[in-house]
Each structure stands twice: as C-alpha cells, then as structure tokens.
Nanobody, 123 residues
Framework: VQLQASGGGLVQAGGSLRLSCVAS????????MGWYRQAPGNLRESVAR???????SYADSVKGRFTISRETAKNAVYLEMNSLKPEDTAVYYC??????????????????WGRGTLVTVSS
C-alpha cells in the first residue's frame, strides 16, 4: 500500500492550505485515516483522525481551525487548514490503518505512512 500526499507549501499566518492524501495498492479495507505532523526538534504528533465510522478527533491546538474529511471511494483523506499559525509549521504525514490483500485469499492488517509534505507558515 502506498500513500501519496500533496498540498503543502509556504503560506502567511492567517492563510489556508488543503492537504490531500490518496492510498493505493492492494487495499482490502481502511479503518482509520489521519494526519500527523513533526516540527523540527519535536516528536511526531497526531493532528486529526477520522475512522470509518466518521467521528473525527483533533489535537487541541488545531480544533476549530482544521477540518479532516475522507472520500471512501477514492481512498482519500483531506486536511483543510485555516487560520494557520507559525507554530503549525511542520512536515505533515498522512496515515492509514487498515487491511491489505496478501495472496489470493487472505488479508493482513497494516499501518501505513506517506512520505510527508512540508507546511511552512511565515509570520
């Protein structure tokens, strides 16, 4: 399974960006899709998650500013980021938890990561 993320870039404080991530490959089913971020010198942290049931969760630092959504038919997850702050600067990673086909008649669970897309917010 491969994840392709896009949408990062440079934006001024107060601006907006939309991240996209599409999963492809031998996907059997997807449970949870999410976004994480890692700023220089910091640990990777969860930003937002959306399970297959659709009840989203957000880090306190982004509540009210970021919105996560998913498009099941496309195996895609999106992160709409508004009112961006310099402290949002980080590499953003999409994450998918689900099941993939293994062989002709079996599946295995997996936890897959995209390669990251850089978001830089200038003050």
């Amino acid at each position: 399974v491969q994840l392709q993320a896009s949408g990062g870039g440079l934006v001024q404080a107060g601006g907006s960006l939309r991240l996209s991530c599409v999963a492809s490959g031998t996907i059997f089913s997807i449970n949870t899709m999410g976004w994480y971020r890692q700023a220089p010198g910091n640990l990777r942290e969860s930003v937002a998650r959306i399970p297959s049931g659709g009840v989203t969760s957000y880090a306190d630092s982004v509540k009210g500013r970021f919105t996560i959504s998913r498009e099941t038919a496309k195996n895609a997850v999106y992160l709409e980021m508004n009112s961006l702050k310099p402290e949002d600067t980080a590499v953003y990673y999409c994450n998918v938890v689900g099941w993939e086909y293994v062989g002709s008649n079996s599946q295995r669970n997996g936890n897959w990561w995209g390669r990251g897309t850089l978001v830089t917010v200038s003050s």
